[in-house]
């Protein structure tokens, strides 16, 4: 009964996702000494960059970075949360449930941030709906960025775990490294055309 159970919630992982039959992750493998090799989702940019311009199967590409915590602040409240750098249609690629601000442009600008309900709450409080969006926090103590959108806290059933997403834009700006194709940066997620 237990095995029954945990096969049941396995197969139950990122099956919310409205487009969840076309999408698909990029991989790599590379070859190390000794004859082994090793399986990886770390994927160099250009990649993401060729399968756009070469490949007409390929509908929309995705790119995310590893998980990062961030010391997020709004007035004195301080709070470290977890997150990722992602390119703008990752909110209409992936079907997280979205609570405030527009889905399709909240990432638009790279100083724009959005968050999880749950750390809405956190900083914002019961009247979160009316004070988040538009508002500005700190982020590290090296910037600031613009609420821009408010997510349903992400469930167990998700394989991505986070509870703040950035433009990946902002990250690309500061790291030119992500173009070269010697790097392993972002994941690389994309939809085939029906």
Known sequence: MLILLWVNDEIMVDKFHA??????????NMNQSGGMVSTTWTIPKPAADLMKAEYP????????SWLMDSRYKKDDEVSTE???????NFLTLFSYEWLEGDE????????????????????????WKEKALGSIVELDGIREAIVTGVF???????????????????F???NNWVNDWGNGSF????????
């Open 19 to 28: 487009n969840g039959d076309r999408i698909h992750q990029v991989f790599r």
């Open 152 to 170: 349903e806290n992400v469930g167990d059933n998700s394989s991505l775990q986070f509870d703040w997403l950035l433009p990946a834009e902002a």
């Open 82 to 88: 977890m997150g990722f750098f992602v390119t703008p």
């Open 57 to 64: 199967e390929v509908d929309e590409v995705v790119q995310v």
């Open 104 to 127: 399709k442009t909240a990432l638009n600008d790279i100083s724009s941030i959005v968050i999880s309900r749950l750390v809405a709450e956190k900083h914002f409080g019961s009247q």
């Open 172 to 174: 690309f700006a500061h």
């Open 187 to 194: 994941r690389i997620y994309f939809t085939t055309k029906n």
